[in-house]
């Protein structure tokens, strides 16, 4: 079992960078396959993140690719998101999650508290 806590959220605005921390707490951290979710108000949650444990593959959504770079230090226990040129529709609350399996598909088992990222215009 793993505890996660996001850090990193504020108000940019459109063009700014930003980079979010994941903390894991937990014995095994190494081990999970770790993503990054959002939901923005009244929206549907959406997945634009995600690397694996083994070989650190990665996964991005198509309204983030090219933008946002997931990267983990396992040696921290923390997972990143490097967030560049944001646009007010990124605006929303951002989610780290882990998984013993994958997290490119499905609910993973533990979520962090979230952590609010604004951009206005």
């Known amino acids: 079992q793993v505890q996660l806590v996001e850090s990193g959220g504020g108000l940019v605005q459109a063009g700014d960078s930003l980079r979010l921390s994941c903390k894991c707490t937990g014995p095994t951290c190494s081990t999970y396959a770790m993503a990054w979710f959002r939901q923005a108000a009244k929206a549907e949650r959406e997945r634009v993140a995600a690397i694996d444990w083994i070989g650190g593959g990665t996964y991005y959504s198509h309204s983030v690719k090219d933008r946002f770079t997931i990267s983990r230090d396992d040696a921290k226990n923390t997972t990143y998101l490097q967030m560049n040129s944001l646009k007010p529709e990124d605006t929303a609350v951002y989610y780290c999650?882990?998984?013993?399996?994958?997290?490119?598909?499905?609910?993973?088992?533990?979520w962090g508290q979230g952590t609010q990222v604004t951009v206005s215009s």
């Open positions: 999650a882990a998984d013993r399996a994958t997290v490119r598909t499905g609910v993973p088992d533990y």
